[in-house]
T-cell receptor
Framework: GENVEQHPSTLSVQEGDSAVIKCTYS??????FPWYKQELGKRPQLIID?????GEKKDQRIAVTLNKTAKHFSLHITETQPEDSAVYFC??????????????FGKGTKLSVKP | NAGVTQTPKFRVLKTGQSMTLLCAQD?????MYWYRQDPGMGLRLIHY???????AKGEVPDGYNVSRLKKQNFLLGLESAAPSQTSVYFC??????????????FGPGTRLTVT
């Protein structure tokens, strides 16, 4: 089945710097890669996602890139702010014989943005 | 819309006790999921349902049972709680299969402690 590895597990940056979180996946048939943000004590919320037919997607200060050949995708946050501090999870969709399945999540990255 | 709600928010059980966690969604979603979140482990799928009256096992189903008698509700049961089931439990729902590019919406979580 699908396996998702996420690095780093913790990341500390200064306010205004950029942050990059990387994930790799094992199933070459996976076609959907969402990123979720979870603030302390809150529920995970989708912040951006990318489909396998797209190499990059941007939404204001966040962007996601996908390299299907290497089977990895990354989250980029520019001009970080203290409110970006949270745990970020990547995920990849499972496939079963061509059918679409569930999400497999990475273990998360705790991002701390220091003022 | 309330979105996805969970009952209760907190619960302390003694080893061997049973309980049921209730998840409700008002978005007319077909798919519903139960995850557990443990420190450093990300979100792991326990059971899921692709429609009313159907359930299926996820990655970590042992010790749990589920039921989906109504489309809007998804119940998670612990028949004989064990300390290893101490965790934060999240319910989620989606219009279609996540592999089919449908966002999962999460509930606020239930913090369960088994002593």
């Amino acid at each position: 089945g699908e396996n998702v590895e996420q690095h780093p597990s913790t990341l500390s940056v200064q306010e205004g710097d950029s942050a990059v979180i990387k994930c790799t996946y094992s199933d070459s048939a996976s076609n959907y890669f969402p990123w979720y943000k979870q603030e302390l004590g809150k529920r995970p919320q989708l912040i951006i996602d990318i489909r396998s037919n797209v190499g990059e997607k941007k939404d204001q200060r966040i962007a996601v890139t996908l390299n299907k050949t290497a089977k990895h995708f990354s989250l980029h946050i520019t001009e970080t702010q203290p409110e970006d501090s949270a745990v970020y999870f990547c995920a990849a969709s499972e496939t079963y014989g061509g059918s679409q399945g569930n999400l497999i999540f990475g273990k998360g990255t705790k991002l701390s943005v220091k003022p | 819309n309330a979105g996805v709600t969970q009952t209760p928010k907190f619960r302390v059980l003694k080893t061997g006790q049973s309980m049921t966690l209730l998840c409700a969604q008002d978005m007319n979603h077909e798919y519903m999921y139960w995850y557990r979140q443990d420190p450093g482990m990300g979100l792991r799928l326990i059971h899921y349902s692709v429609g009313e009256g159907t359930t299926a096992k996820g990655e970590v189903p042992d010790g749990y049972n589920v039921s989906r008698l109504k489309k809007q509700n998804f119940l998670l049961g612990l028949e004989s709680a064990a300390p290893s089931q101490t965790s934060v439990y999240f319910c989620a729902s989606s219009y279609g299969a996540s592999g089919g590019l449908h966002e999962q919406y999460f509930g606020p979580g239930t913090r369960l402690t088994v002593t």
